[in-house]
């Protein structure tokens, strides 16, 4: 029943991967295409964020926590976004009223994945299991404060960050979609996620949007 606690890694960026790694993949070494790069890094960063339904790096701090808002539709559990710590649980009883019930967060809520922490993961369900229920009659009723996403990018996103930023920065230089020469040999560079990109995400994706 123990919450989640912050980890002392905290990642720098909103990107997924680095300038230099997507560029020495590249077999690039002047400065260039740096710029070009970085947008690519940037909107391949945020494809994933879209795929996956979530997003890899960390939204606030102990010192400055976010705050999240939630309607339950259930008195049991909560479906939330990733939380990587929380700082305070409140609820209301109907969507006008002040958030004057504070949940004491070691005993009154159970937070899964419960393995989740542990692999480094944060938890996406509450469960109500001691004093309180969450008030599902009316929206909006339960309001979260915390560290949210991910303390650190799993190296599956920083991977597939790095093959689709690579791919976006050749499909500049392929106006047409295609990719290659007569002598090696064509593919082509259609809008989607690149496969192996959408093999290595394909744990990660949800499947909601309970947040307000």
Known sequence: MSRPLLSTSKQPSNVYTTLSDVKNGLQIEDITDDTAIEAAILAASRMIDDYCQRAFYQEGTLAAPVTKYYTPV???????????????????ANQSGPFSTIWNLDNDVMYEPINNPQLGRPVTRLL?????????????????????????????VELACKIQASRLFIRKQSPFGIAGSVELGTVRLNSRLDPDVEILLKTFRRNFGLAY
């Open 74 to 92: 259930s008195p049991w559990y909560l479906e939330i976004d990733d939380l990587i710590q929380p700082t305070e649980i409140a609820s209301r």
């Open 128 to 156: 109500a299991v001691r004093t309180y229920v969450w008030p599902y009659f009316f929206p909006q009723t339960v309001k979260i404060t915390g560290v949210w996403g991910y303390s650190s990018i799993p190296y599956e």
